[in-house]
C-alpha cells in the first residue's frame, strides 16, 4: 500500500514570538515491509487488522508513531532502515507518551491534534518540545516504531520514563509465537546445532556454529519456508550441511570454550572466531583473530599482543557466549573489555572498553563510558552495539563505535536475566530473529522480533534548521494513504 508523508516544523522564538516554519515531504523505507514478508516468521495479518500490533493500538501509530531527528541528511535510499552511527540523534518522540522528566531528546506527543482518520485514511502525529528538549541542527526527519523514541541516546543516566519499561522492546505481537524452527521434545536449537549466527532468506537457512575441541563445526539447517522434505518430519533432523573447519592454529587454549567466541560481524559480512591466551589478558598476553568471508570462505588471521595496555577480560566464550559483554567484532574491529574480578549479571562493576582495529591493532582506542556500565551485547549492526536493558541489570545502552562512546537510552526491558539476542536475517535487518537463552540451562529459543528503532520514512530537511533554548518546536508529521 503506498503512502505520503509530509512534516511541519515550526520553531517559536519565546522572546520575539516569531515562528520559523519549514516544510518537506518524506521518503517512505522498506522498513515496514520487511516486517510483514520476513523471512520465516511473517507478521501475523489477521493480528494486524484486528487493531494494531497490540491491543488497543492501530497500527500505523505502532509501526509509524514514534519520532527520531537528526543532525544530518541520511540519504534517499529505500533499503537504508536505520541511521549510520556518524549521525547524531537530536531528538525523539513517543506516541501518547510526555516527558516531563529531565531527558533533553525526547519531546511530548500532542494527543489533542494528533489524529488518526482510519475512514479516510490519514494520519497525524504532532510533537511539542519544550526550550530545554531537541536543541541542536536538525537536518532529517524520520518516523519510526512507537517505541523507537525510547532510543534516545545521552551521556548520563535517565530517570525512568512513563511506558519505557518494557519486555517487548524485541519480540513482537505481531508474530504468532511459533517456533521459527521446530525441534525434538525437550531439546533446543541451541542444543542441537550450536549457536546461531545468520538467517539467510536465499537458501532458506540459519547458519549454527558450535566449537567442538579445536574444529569449528557449521551447520546450515533448512528454515522449512521454501523447501519441505515430506520424509523429514519435524523433530528430526533438518541439517542440510556441515562444513568443519580446523581452527587449532587459531586457538590457545586447544578445546576449551571459555577462551574462544565465534560470532557474525553484520557490518563487514564476516564470521569471526576470537581467541585470548588466558584470564585476566595482561598487556603481553596475545589475541587471535580469524574472519571468514560469508560467501567464499576466504579467510584472514590476525595475531597480536594486547595493546591497550591495561587487563583485559579473557574469557571471551562459554555457555552463553551472545551474552558477553566482550571479545565481540564489527566492522572489522575487536571491541574488548578491560579486566574486573568480579563479573555479575545482578551488580555489574563499571568497565573500560577498547576498539581495536583488527587491521591495525596499535590504532587501539578507548571507548568513553561516560561512567555507564555495559553488562551484556544483546545486538550489534550499523556501527552500533546494544544492550538492551533488563530487569537485573538496568536501563539500555548503546555503544556508538564511530564517535567511540557509550550512551544511556530510557529503553528498558523488564522481561529477566536474559533478554533477548539478535540473530540477523540478511537482506532483513528490520526484522530479525531474537534468542532468548533460559536461565540457568543455557538453552535458548528462537522468536521472530522487531528492531524498534528502525527508520520508517526519511525526511531530509532542503536545508537543516537549528533548535535553541530560547525556542519552542512543534513537529507536525503526516501520513496519507495513496491510490494504488
Known sequence: ????????????????????VVEKDNLVTNAVAQIFTSFNGGANLRTANAGGEYTGWEL???????LLLYDRALGSDPDTVFAPPEARLVGTGVPRMSNTGNGVLRGSYNKIESNIDV?????????????????????????THRYGGYFDESAAALAEADGARSGQYQYSGLFDGAKPFP??????????????????????????????????VLRHVTGL????????????????????MDISDVMYVKGDGYYTAVGYDADADQIYVVSTECAPLKPTDHIRVRTYDRKTRA?????????????????????????????????????VAGYVSDVSYSAPKLQPFYKIPLADPSKVESIDNHGLMLPMIHDAHDGKLYYYGSLYAGYGRVMNTVTKEILAMEAFN?????????????????????????????????????????????????????????????????LRKEAE
Do not use: W
Not at 540451562?441 to 527508520?455: H, K, P, V
Open 183 to 216: 525441534r525434538a521434545p525437550g531439546q533446543s536449537d541451541t542444543t542441537l546445532f550450536g549457536r546461531p549466527l545468520y538467517a539467510d532468506p536465499e537458501s532458506d537457512e540459519m547458519l549454527f556454529a558450535a566449537l567442538d575441541g579445536t574444529n569449528l
Open 119 to 143: 475512514k479516510n485514511g490519514v494520519v497525524t502525529f504532532v510533537y511539542d518540545f519544550a526550550t530545554s528538549q531537541a536543541n541542536g541542527v536538525i537536518a532529517s526527519v524520520c518516523l
Open 225 to 244: 519456508t521454501t523447501e519441505l522434505d515430506l520424509f523429514n518430519p519435524v523433530g528430526t533432523s533438518r541439517v542440510k550441511n556441515i562444513e568443519t
Open 60 to 66: 500505523p501509530e505502532s509501526l509509524y508513531g514514534g
Open 414 to 478: 523488564d522481561a529477566d536475566r536474559y533478554p533477548y539476542c539478535c540473530v540477523p536475517v540478511l537482506g532483513c535487518p528490520a526484522a530479525p530473529f531474537m534468542l532468548q537463552y533460559a536461565y540457568p540451562s543455557g538453552e535458548g529459543e528462537l522468536r521472530q522480533g522487531i528492531r524498534r528503532n528502525y527508520l520508517a520514512t526519511i525526511n531530509d530537511l532542503a536545508a537543516p534548521v537549528e533548535k535553541t533554548a530560547d525556542k519552542t518546536m512543534k513537529i507536525t508529521y503526516t
Open 1 to 20: 500500500m503506498p503512502i505520503h508523508g509530509h512534516t511541519k516544523i515550526e520553531l517559536t522564538n519565546q522572546t520575539t514570538g516569531e515562528v520559523e
Open 299 to 335: 579467510a584472514k588471521t590476525y595475531e597480536f599482543a594486547n595493546p591497550t595496555g591495561a587487563q583485559l577480560m579473557g574469557g571471551v566464550g562459554g555457555d552463553t557466549p551472545l551474552l558477553r559483554n566482550t571479545g565481540r567484532v564489527l566492522g572489522g574491529c575487536l571491541y
